[in-house]
């Protein structure tokens, strides 16, 4: 198990290089020039090449690259170009709106996927089953962007159960913060629950049909003791497996739906440095992006470990 | 012969409505190569807003946009564009990630995992952000939207393809044919790609939708097809900020998303359960 | 109702009616029927849909850093009023030699920044010189190219000697590119501004709000500065500016996002909706220097296939002021030329006709995604249509690849932008702009004025220069955005036009 374990580890190392230097290969052929888009339409050459030169812009490229990586393995991720501040910072207050955002997304998600798959799978082509699939294929089928637009209209706007805008930060208490943020993870959760609802009832099926519940039931389990002592918890394996499949998705939903509702999320930070040009805020963004979602499926795959004694010996 | 129809249709239920709601996608995207309801780029300030059948069917079977266009007829032509950027993306993601896949699970070694790392790569980044990322690269457009689109496609095929072939592999008549002395490549378009390609197809379906879903983002966020094209994800952006004001605007390229998303994902789940009725979707 | 009660007392934010601000505001209610006399409000939330990039105006271009920092945190030797008339600030007074090459300014004496070190016509000397030198990174550097030498007789004397005369000086010396900063805190300005203003910064919660409060030491006591606290919201969406609007999230958005969105203001008695002036002049640029655009009778043919009115109605929900020329109304000695090549769609065809394209013209649009450009596109696509000329509309990201492409590349056929700078008519006689357009009584014109210090004198000379545009039609000249404010009715004192992008809120004050 810990072998398995480090070979991850090393591919990993290896997949981050492989991004990180793709992400560098691709800024570096981004047209735009970040000194011209500070200074404007009446730039003149010579204050331009000044601040390119303030920049560090005029260092070659492989120079660039490397005080990148160096930097980083220091904790040194640069300053922004816009904001003048360490990028470490602007993350790290970003990462306090999309990661609450992100988690309140997962446990919605959960919380209504794992009781309406496990029901939908309890009673097969009842009209339980039939509304779970209802629910998942329109959950699926309809953009998360789109809902986003509804419940903004629909609770915001009309009803003003919730604030349509911005984030007031986590010091106005805990609560008030959760509040701000139900929305929008509401929306990136509703296709994350359907898809996990689907997922959920497949696999409850399946481990229904297998020998040890059946041999568990014929010795007397009853029905529902037996559905949740042995066959939910063997059946969130794939559910899990799914979760990090998704977390990429949920990440790019979360690009969206911070746009939507203005929220100062890593979503939207990124989304602003590209059109600014912040190049050292893009590319460490983006690269934490790809972290989070590397280190999610790492953590899945050692929990199916954990999980599943099965797979011990396996891979 | 009746019966049986109405057995078939009972058993597959999924996908008969996925069939029928996909045909008619395509039929009413190909209908508009010969014939709209009104021009869907003809600007008429004067009943921009109209809501359905407002002035009667001057302002339309769906209303007007916020130019006066006709919406039931920019909906025909977007699904052209829709379906384009769909069908082409898919076919990209689906040939190099099936190549990807099979070769992978040919070769184990070194190759194996360093395709494997390659997929991790595309796969570890946020599809919306690269699609940004591309944009600003290549402009928007409709080839940057099938080439960010059938980018994020690849890892996916790719993963179900090398598993699938990896099954398939073990199974005693490859073994035999490479016994026979078969080299690696014909074993692999002989015998491993014609075993795997009912799960390719499911794939397909469901990744048509999925495609159908990012192109509206993309669309959306203006990074596809330009104006005047009429496209779906497009009007959901120019619906944003008249909601109030005429939110027939916004609900009719809505649902059509939802409508083609569900279409295509009920065709993938039917073909899935007509291939193999215990299998679980992957997606 | 709770909420209206909520936002005309002291630090109660009125938020959605939400149980617990309900609560709060009943409480508050209570405690308002128990003190009749209570304090007006003295803090303020204003929206803006860009977020500054740094808070130093003289580094950096983005309007939004102006619209943060100019009069509020910076001031300058000169200002300018919503009115666009040039008033003294940190030089209360200034004589200018008969030959227009010698500027004496006479300081005010006893200014501090915020930092606490004074300002005098040294600190004066190190701003311009920072503005000009060889490291120089200040955007619009040209402004300052003009001076010869400066010298500092004494503490409240600054004298500048020109190269050669500079009309328009004083009035750029009024921009935010040209405020005063001061040597131990410039280099940090970015994030930590230091300016003479009556307010500095409190906190800026990247991407969401910055705080500004305001000074006890505040040189100027003439001006009844009202506000004690500046909280402004970064809100990029038009609809969430909407609601951050009607759920008492801020109490101001001086230019809302969407047009369409402000019409539902107009019947609301709680705000107060004005569409004012700007200098946002929207033009569709040509590239003269290249077919088919390099045949004056084409680019005519298609100004006469515009109908600006139902452009304006189409695009901007008819809010905006259709131009002639490359000049606001609210610009000294502004000329209507829209008069000039009025539309006519039959005189168009024969036009391009006679230009050889009778058969039909096709060119491309570079258009950035601002929703204003998109729109006006897409209307100028079918008005172009209706004589024959088809014009393809290539999306162009605004700045990041408008700049290498069209600005700098000069690689376009036409492309359309607000030009956001007041007074710029100039650019068209820069060489190397990329309309491409060369004329060289125009230059002189442009050269002529620029060299005149007598206002009435200058004034004519730029009114010549904008008939020559409306002749030329270098760009086709549609519109001028309006400044759509939207505010609480209860506030006053917020520029209704502007003459330059600002958000100048030392004047603001509420209503008891």
Redesign the interface.
Known sequence: MLRTLARRLA?LV??LA??SL?LFL?IE?????PA?????????A??LA??RH?MGLDEPAIARYLGWVGGMLHGDFGIS?????PVSQ?IG??LAVTGPLTLMATLISLLIAIPLGVFAASRPGRIVDQGATLFS??G????N??IG?LL??AL??HL????????D?WDHGFWQGL?ALFLPALAMAVPQAA?LA??TR??VI?VMNEDFVRTARAKGLSRSRALWRHVVPNALV?VAT?LG?QI??L???A??VE????L??M??????A????DLVV?KNV?LL???I??VVNLAVDALYLLLDPRLRGRS | MRAGMMRWLRDNKALAAGLVITVSIVVLALLSLFWVPMSPTKMNIAQKLKGPLENGFSSGLLGKDHFGRDIASMLMVGARYSLTVALASVAIGAMIGTALGVTAAARPGFTG?AL???N??I????????A??LG??MGPGTTTAILAIGTFMIPVFARVTRGAAMQVRARDYILAARMAGEGEVTITLLHVIPNIASQIIVQVAIQL?MAI?TE??LS??GLGTPPPAPSWGRM?ADS?TY??KAPHM?LAP?LA???A??GF??LGDGLSRLIDP?R??E? | MSASIARTLPFFSA????LLSALMAASALSLALASPAYATRSDLKIGMSI?P??LDPT????VAIGQVTWQNIFEGLVRLTEKGEIKPQLAKSWTISPDGLTYSFTLQPGVTFSNGEAFTSETAKFTLDRARG?????????FFAAIDSIETPDATTLVLHLKEPAGNLLYHLTWPAAVMVEPKSADND??NPVGTGPFTLKSW?????LELTARKDYWDKDKKVALSDITF?????P??????L??G?VDAFPELGAPELFDGFKDDKKFIAYAGNTELKVVAGMNTARPPFNDKRVRQALMMAVDRATLIEGAWSGLGTPIGSHYTPNDPGYVDETGKLPYDPEKAKALLKEAGYGKGLTFSIKAPQMSYATRTSEVLQAMLADVGVTMNIVPT?F???W???V??GHDFDMTIVAHA?PMDIDIYSRPDYYFGYQNPAFNDTIATAEKTTDDAKRAELYGAAQTMLAEDVPALYLYVLPKLGIWDAKLEGLWKDEPIPSNDLTGVHWKD
């Not at chain 1, 170009?81 to 501040?85: K, L, T």
């Open positions: 591919g290896a997949t492989l991004i793709a691709i052929v981004l047209p735009g020039d011209a888009i500070m200074l404007g339409t009446s730039a003149q010579d204050t000044a601040l303030q170009y816009s904001y003048g501040v602007l207050e970003r294929q329109l699926i089928a309809v953009p962007f789109w637009l903004l209209m915001s706007l003003g159960w919730f604030p349509a805008s911005g984030f930060g509040h898809i689907r997922v497949a696999s399946d794939p799914m499949l990429s998705y990440l790019a939903g690009v969206l746009n939507i509702f203005s100062p999320g979503g939207r930070l990124a989304y602003q590209l059109a600014q040009r893009i983006v992006f790809a972290v979602v590397i | 995992a494997g790392r390659l991790d790569a796969f570890a980044l946020p599809p919306i952000l690269s940004i990322m600003a690269l939708a879903l509206a983002g959306f966020l959901l944003q909601l109030l916004a809505g998303i939802a409508l998303v569900l994902n009920l215990r679980r979707i997606r | 938020r959605p009616a939400v977020e990039a740094g580094i950096a271009a983005p060889e490291k120089s990174v200040n955007p619009q550097k040209r970015k994030t919660t990247k991407g969401d709000r919201r970064f809100i990029n969406d609809q969430a500016q909407v609601a951050a009607k759920g999230d990201e700045p990041a690849k700049l290498p492409e600005f700098k700078e």
